[in-house]
Antibody, heavy 123, light 107 residues
Framework: QLHLQESGSGLVKPSQTLSLTCTVS??????????WNWIRQSPLKGLEWIGY???????YYNPSLKSRVTISLDVSKNQFSLTLTSVTAADTASYYC???????????????WGLGTLVIVSS | EIMMTQSPAIVSVSPGDGATLSCRAS??????LAWYQQKPGQAPRLLIY???TRATGVPDRFSGSGSGTDFTLTINSLQSEDLAVYYC?????????FGGGTKVEIK
């Protein structure tokens, strides 16, 4: 059974960089043609799709975050990662990694989610 | 960006009764509409995709309907375990967007 687990810094200072990793087990990140996604949730903005990376490394980022976001893939570790620069309090949220349910290589809807990790931006 | 609006924000239902949750898109999303259930302290769980196709393991008391811009999630014979927030999500255009959610409370 596929399992996704987020890890990374839970407390980040304003203007610094948020870094999270999603470790995938029970399947290989570079097989099946799935896309790998980051989604965040906050009381202010609700659920917000951050972006995705395909197994070939193609990416798309939400325009609202595009200038600050990078999603990368580490096939050797079966992980994908999120980097968000110049964070502010508005980036405080629970961050989820998720796999798209289709084998299209593109993000559509998500059938496997990590448990989520809370990131607080505060000095 | 396609905006998704859900109503009502909260619905209170007695066990055994039905609940109807609405989702409206700011433009047509064709059949590219999914529903999720999120219980307290958990990640969202995929319930329905393609407007009406139930995901694996989802009870048939959950059903989806609608077209174009207006969609409905119906929960028949509500059970206490259905206490959750329900979200719709469109995947017709990027960025993918979610509705604000409807909280289902048990009377």
């Amino acid at each position: 059974q596929l399992h996704l687990q987020e890890s990374g810094s839970g407390l980040v200072k304003p203007s610094q960089t948020l870094s999270l990793t999603c470790t995938v087990s029970g399947g290989f990140i570079n097989s099946g043609g799935y896309s790998w996604n980051w989604i965040r949730q906050s009381p202010l903005k609700g659920l917000e799709w951050i972006g995705y990376i395909s197994q070939s490394g193609a990416t798309y980022y939400n325009p609202s975050l595009k200038s600050r976001v990078t999603i990368s893939l580490d096939v050797s570790k079966n992980q994908f990662s999120l980097t968000l620069t110049s964070v502010t309090a508005a980036d405080t949220a629970s961050y989820y990694c998720a796999r798209d349910a289709t084998r299209s290589g593109y993000p559509y809807y998500f059938d496997h989610w990590g448990l989520g990790t809370l990131v607080i931006v505060s000095s | 960006e396609i905006m998704m609006t859900q109503s009502p924000a909260i619905v209170s239902v007695s066990p055994g009764d039905g609940a109807t949750l609405s989702c409206r898109a700011s433009q047509s999303v064709n059949n590219n509409l999914a529903w999720y259930q999120q219980k307290p302290g958990q990640a969202p769980r995929l319930l329905i995709y393609g407007i009406f196709t139930r995901a694996t393991g989802v009870p048939d008391r959950f059903s989806g309907s609608g077209s174009g811009t207006d969609f409905t999630l119906t929960i028949n014979s509500l059970q206490s375990e259905d206490l959750a927030v329900y979200y719709c999500q469109q995947y017709s255009g990027w960025p993918l967007t979610f509705g604000g959610g409807t909280k289902v409370e048990i009377k």
